[in-house]
């Protein structure tokens, strides 16, 4: 198993930043970007989820980690929630709502999969 030693080696992180990038590319159509509210809301709850799992990691207890990565899991529940906003409003079409709504499904079984590990490690951190 590879040694984890930044928050870019985590593949969560990997993948919440491309759920990220995806985010923005959509908000910058033309009917969604001249909405700034619910634009300004998707964006900043999917940069959430990407800064979370790394602040998390950053810190040096597995408990605040473990913490963390359940604030990330919960901002991407509102990216979703999000998702069905701009589907609504006609902002995005249904292949790119399937698509971005799988793969965050994908990324919160990622997250929680590694709560699941933390939860169960023996390794519990230098802070607690």
Same mark, same amino acid.
């Given at each position: 198993?590879?040694?984890?030693?930044?928050?870019?080696?985590?593949?969560?992180?990997?993948?919440?930043?491309?759920?990220?990038?995806?985010?923005?590319?959509?908000?910058?159509?033309?009917?969604? @970007?001249?909405?700034? @509210?619910?634009?300004?809301?998707?964006?900043?709850?999917?940069?959430?989820?990407? $800064?979370?799992?790394?602040? #998390?990691? #950053?810190?040096?207890?597995?408990?605040?980690?473990?913490?963390?990565? =359940?604030?990330?899991? #919960?901002?991407?529940? *509102?990216?979703?929630?999000?998702?069905?906003?701009?589907? $609504?409003?006609? %902002?995005? =079409?249904?292949?790119?709502? *399937?698509?971005? %709504?799988? *793969?965050? $499904?994908?990324?919160?079984?990622?997250?929680?999969?590694?709560?699941? %590990?933390?939860? *169960?490690?023996?390794?519990?951190?230098?802070?607690?």
């Amino acid at each position: 198993m590879t040694k984890i030693t930044r928050f870019e080696d985590l593949k969560i992180w990997q993948a919440a930043r491309g759920v990220c990038c995806k985010v923005f590319i959509l908000t910058n159509k033309t009917d969604f @970007s001249k909405d700034f @509210s619910l634009k300004d809301q998707i964006r900043r709850s999917s940069g959430s989820v990407m $800064d979370n799992i790394a602040e #998390g990691f #950053g810190r040096s207890g597995n408990k605040e980690f473990k913490n963390f990565l =359940s604030i990330s899991k #919960g901002s991407l529940q *509102e990216v979703k929630s999000q998702l069905y906003r701009a589907i $609504d409003f006609k %902002y995005i =079409s249904t292949d790119e709502f *399937e698509n971005l %709504y799988l *793969e965050c $499904d994908t990324l919160a079984a990622g997250i929680g999969k590694l709560m699941q %590990y933390i939860k *169960e490690s023996k390794f519990k951190g230098t802070k607690f």
